[in-house]
């Protein structure tokens, strides 16, 4: 049992540069979310999913598009990136977005730096 | 707008001696608080939680206290160990699947 996977585990872009960000859990959770860490900002929500086909934007999601074909994949996808999205992006599940817990496992998280 | 608030950046105590990180809200909609623990280079792990229609919940070591009409929640570690040095993530929910978090408060305890 992984838990939660992501790779890469760092990457350097340039700005304009695209890339996609993969995520995975093998937990058979159907919520799964991206935040992104940045200094004295904590961790803000891009984007979250309550199940295969369902996605829904967070506190931050310019920039950032999201698909969820499977409920074991949730891949982050930078179309243009620029320098402001440098940051540590972590992705995360849990059971259901209904149970009271709303307990969610993080992965190790990707650095990601755009010059 | 950052609804929930860590505002100490950094505690030290002693080993053996009580922890205590505030965390402030202003969201009176948010219905669970959570608390999170990190490691460098590692993601956060889920420590402990609460429902809003609690004031008080115990796990070990770990308490969290909320008080709803303050908009404040702490988390009490006693007693305090090397190991529990790490960043702490207070988080607020709402009931759209919508999660807000802290911006951490270092803990550092002291041998």
């Known amino acids: 049992n992984a838990g939660v996977t992501q790779t890469p585990k760092f990457q350097v872009l340039k700005t304009g540069q695209s890339m996609t960000l993969q995520c995975a859990q093998d937990?058979?959770?159907?919520?799964m979310s991206w935040y992104r860490q940045d200094p004295g900002m904590g961790l803000r929500l891009i984007h979250y999913s309550v199940g295969a086909g369902i996605t829904d934007q967070g506190e931050v999601p310019n920039g950032y598009n999201v698909s969820r074909s499977t409920t074991e994949d949730f891949p982050l996808r930078l179309l243009s990136a620029a320098p402001s999205q440098t940051s540590v992006y972590f992705c995360a599940s849990s059971y259901s977005s209904g149970t009271a817990s709303y307990e969610q496992y993080f992965g190790p998280g990707t650095r990601l730096t755009v010059t | 707008d950052q609804q929930v608030k860590q505002n100490s950046p950094s505690l030290s105590v002693q080993e053996g001696r009580i922890s205590i990180l505030n965390c402030d809200y202003t969201?009176?909609?948010?219905?669970?608080f959570l608390w999170y623990k990190k490691y460098p280079a590692e993601g956060p792990t889920f420590l402990i939680s609460i429902s809003s229609i609690k004031d008080k919940n115990e796990d070990g070591r770990f308490t969290v206290f909320l008080n709803k009409s303050a908009k404040h929640l702490s988390l009490h570690i006693v007693p305090s160990q090397p190991g529990d040095s790490a960043v702490y993530f207070c988080a607020a929910s709402l009931v759209s699947d919508d999660m807000r978090f802290g911006a951490g408060t270092r803990l550092t305890v002291k041998p």
């Open positions: 969201n009176s909609m948010f219905d669970y």
């Open positions: 937990m058979n959770h159907e919520y």
